[in-house]
Nanobody, 117 residues
Framework: VQLQASGGGLVQAGDSLRLSCAAS????????MGWFRQAAGKEREFVTT?????YYADSVKGRFTISRDNDKNMVYLQMNSLKPEDTAVYYC??????????????WGQGTQVTVSS
């Protein structure tokens, strides 16, 4: 599975942004799709995943929404009410199991999201 994330950018606090992840190579609908992020100097952390269920990190619950379009092999991350602490490189990932840890099988290249105060 090849993953290509896009949609990052520089926004102000309170703004919205939608990230996209295009997948190719295998049957997309068979995979759990997740978003992770890594801020400078910090470890990669779970944001959300959609597979057998949908889960969110507490830090983004109520502000971020994951969605997927299995016909288009796309997964999206709608981010609302962005905060400076959301600044990070965001990665999409695909795995055979729906997990909230980083043990996914395939990873995209990451897209930078910067939220200014």
């Amino acid at each position: 599975v090849q993953l290509q994330a896009s949609g990052g950018g520089l926004v102000q606090a309170g703004d919205s942004l939608r990230l996209s992840c295009a997948a190719s190579g295998r049957t997309f609908s068979n995979y759990a799709m997740g978003w992770f992020r890594q801020a400078a100097g910090k470890e990669r952390e779970f944001v959300t995943t959609a597979g057998s269920g949908t889960y969110y990190a507490d830090s983004v619950k109520g502000r971020f929404t994951i969605s997927r379009d299995n016909d288009k092999n796309m997964v999206y991350l709608q981010m609302n009410s962005l905060k400076p602490e959301d600044t990070a490189v965001y990665y999409c990932a695909a795995g055979t199991r729906t997990r909230t840890d980083a043990s996914y099988d395939y990873w995209g290249q990451g897209t930078q999201v910067t939220v200014s105060s």
